[in-house]
Nanobody, 122 residues
Framework: QVQLVESGGGLVQPGGSLRLSCRAS????????VGWFRQAPGKEREGVSC???????TYADSVKGRFTTSRDNFKNTVYLQMNNLLPEDSAVYYC????????????????WGAGTSVTVSI
């Protein structure tokens, strides 16, 4: 049984940083495409970043230059480092994985975590 568990969310002031973690069990993330998605209240879920086995990470325009995704294959964990956070970054953040994927189309992701909440506020 595959499980993805996110952690690292919380309350942070504008301009602050958080690092989210997505730890997997039952699936080797090093050969999967792993995406971070987020959903703010009243808004649709949107893609934030994607990391695959074969290509460089990609990012939504709204987070480029501020967010970085990386993986630690030994820990079977993918991270999302979020710097210079803005109030509009507040959302529930989900990680999702696609077996042997080359991208992170939301509708194709096989496995989803339960999410971790990020609130950026004074």
């Amino acid at each position: 049984q595959v499980q993805l568990v996110e952690s690292g969310g919380g309350l942070v002031q504008p301009g602050g940083s958080l690092r989210l973690s997505c730890r997997a069990s039952g699936l080797a993330l090093d050969y999967a495409a792993v995406g971070w998605f987020r959903q703010a209240p009243g808004k649709e879920r949107e893609g934030v970043s994607c990391i695959t086995y074969t290509s460089r990470p990609t990012y939504a325009d709204s987070v480029k230059g501020r967010f970085t995704t990386s993986r630690d294959n030994f820990k079977n964990t993918v991270y999302l480092q979020m710097n210079n956070l803005l109030p509009e970054d507040s959302a529930v953040y989900y990680c999702a994985a696609l077996d042997s994927g080359y991208g992170c189309p939301m509708s194709d992701m096989n496995y989803w975590g339960a999410g971790t909440s990020v609130t950026v506020s004074i």
